[in-house]
């Protein structure tokens, strides 16, 4: 009779263990197909790979617009060259030529 109870104890924990190994699997498979899953898994890593070249842009620029910065401070030619741009002047005796851009052609039109 004991060598029955203790068949039936194994029995049962080999039960419960398959049991619990199942519900793990089940709820494993659930999360991993729900809106918390797998596609917004690889929809995080697409969004910071988009975040990452944003950043690598940005970094870019801010790397240009010091060292402009730097070539403003160190040169007064440079200095006056941009406040003439900005303020549309020009020096005695300089002419100003301003030549529309062409418009675009149409689709399916070639260029004269």
């Not at 924990?13 to 699997?25: N, Q």
């Not at 929809?43 to 870019?60: G, H």
């Not at 617009?65 to 020096?91: G, N, P, T, W, Y």
């Amino acid at each position: 009779m004991a060598v029955r109870r203790s068949q039936a104890i194994q029995v049962y924990k080999r039960l419960g263990l398959v049991l619990a190994v199942a519900g793990f699997c089940i709820y494993a498979v659930i999360n991993l197909t729900g809106p918390q899953g797998i596609k917004a898994l690889f929809a995080k890593w697409k969004e910071l790979q988009e975040i990452e070249a944003t950043n690598a842009r940005l970094v870019s620029e801010l790397n240009n617009r010091r060292e402009k910065v730097r070539i403003l401070q160190d040169s007064a030619e440079a200095r006056e060259f941009e406040i003439r741009k900005k303020l549309q002047k020009l020096r005695p005796g300089e002419k100003l030529y301003q030549v529309p851009d062409p418009e675009p052609a149409a689709p399916g039109q070639q260029p004269n």
